[in-house]
């Protein structure tokens, strides 16, 4: 089951074709959607990178070129890449002017302005079942903090106490109920008079609003736009030697107990510590990877040693392998992870783990035994690597 926005609602988020107030302009083509920005022919050389910054802390941005517009589905990766039930529908649009993407996944995408004197963040996301009357629920003031009430496809409200603005879009054109959700949160608004700071909420939505309205586009993707497009991922990390985790998106054919599923590897979601990526057959079925660098791995964290399977791989590290999952002593989701590096000193050291999951679960997958997994691992772990 998707995610709600009213959870979204309750988060701390740091987190862009003609389109009318009636309804946006539909599309039907091959990824990646006809207009939509893309990168060079030298993609196969390119990264999907993300850099350090000085306004937030601990977080990090993509390069421009790793998110050139906003695309996002209001299907999760289940119904997109592993059954092949609904139709790949995804609604794109502009970045917005001057700000940088923090983090995206297969149905939101955070954007951060780095302008520490302009500081701000919004939240796009997409969902298949929402009401404006729901979403409106949330608005204290309607006489004075409600712009649109949903009449025409949008509804939209300002929250000046927490410096927020949201609005609400139709994508009937994909689903009846489907929704497009944006939150903009401005800061240092506290020193402000409460009419001031309701004056800046309804420009920088209005205008916003005015912006998505010119400019989004419902449209029909077989693949997911990053699915041979870019080379890997380069991810930004102050623990790390070189200060940077890169992994190479392998072709992989797995050892499974059914033969003949493989592909190439594919990220859809991309933030600071981590990437989620698949490899989809015929939007059928999947193998789900989660991959993490941190000081905490679920490998090693509260087990013990019995539970874990050690190898060495061609890559000439040594791997922890815990199996989450299993049928029949056959494994489907297993975690695996080695230490990368160390970070603090003294008392304070910690190892830095590469943490890796596969996850079949979805497709009814299964690895007859760790062997067979450690020998897909094996081609995984040889795709990372550092670089300055």
Request: hydrophobic share 35%; proline share 3%; net charge negative.
């Amino acid at each position: 089951m998707k995610k709600t926005i009213a959870m979204l609602l309750g988060l701390v988020l740091l987190f862009c074709a003609v389109f009318t107030v009636a309804g946006a302009a539909t599309e039907e083509t091959k990824a990646p959607a006809e207009g939509a920005e893309t990168p060079a022919e030298d993609a196969g050389l390119r990264y999907i990178e993300s850099e350090d910054q000085d306004v937030y802390i601990s977080a990090t941005v993509l390069t421009e070129d790793s998110y050139p517009q906003v695309c996002i589905s209001p299907y999760g990766s289940y119904d997109l890449f592993s059954r092949n039930k609904k139709d790949p529908w995804y609604v794109t649009f502009p970045v917005p002017e001057g700000l940088r993407c923090e983090s995206f996944g297969v149905e939101n995408a955070n954007f951060l302005s780095l302008d520490a004197n302009n500081a701000y963040e919004v939240f796009y996301q997409a969902t298949d079942r929402y009401s404006y009357e729901d979403f409106l629920l949330d608005c204290e003031d309607k006489e004075n903090n409600m712009l649109l009430d949903g009449s025409d496809k949008v509804a939209a409200y300002i929250s000046p106490d927490s410096g927020r603005a949201r609005a609400l879009f139709g994508l009937d054109e994909i689903q009846e109920g489907a929704k497009l959700y944006v939150q903009i949160h401005v800061q240092h608004l506290n020193k402000k008079e409460d009419a001031e700071k309701a004056e800046i909420l309804k420009k920088v939505l209005s205008d916003e609003i005015a912006r998505i309205q010119g400019s989004m586009k419902c449209v029909k993707m077989d693949k997911f736009w990053t699915d041979g497009t870019y080379k890997g991922v380069k991810l930004y990390n102050r623990s790390l030697p070189g200060n940077y985790l890169v992994m190479d998106m392998p072709e992989i054919t797995f050892h499974f107990t059914e033969e003949g599923f493989g592909g190439q590897v594919f990220p859809v979601d991309v933030d600071g510590t981590s990437v989620k990526a698949y490899v989809c057959k015929d939007r059928e079925k999947s193998v789900e990877f989660s991959i993490t660098a941190d000081t905490y791995s679920y490998v090693y964290y509260n087990r013990d040693e019995a539970e874990i399977t050690k190898v060495t791989l061609s890559d000439g590290n040594e791997w922890g392998i815990y199996v989450a999952n299993e049928k029949d002593g056959q494994p489907y989701s297993v975690h695996a992870a080695r230490v990368l590096t160390t970070t603090g000193s003294g008392d304070d050291a910690k190892p830095v783990y590469l943490t890796v999951q596969m996850n079949a679960s979805s497709s009814g997958l299964y690895w007859a035994d760790v062997d067979a997994f450690a020998k897909d691992l094996d081609v995984i772990a040889q795709s990372f690597g550092t670089a300055e």
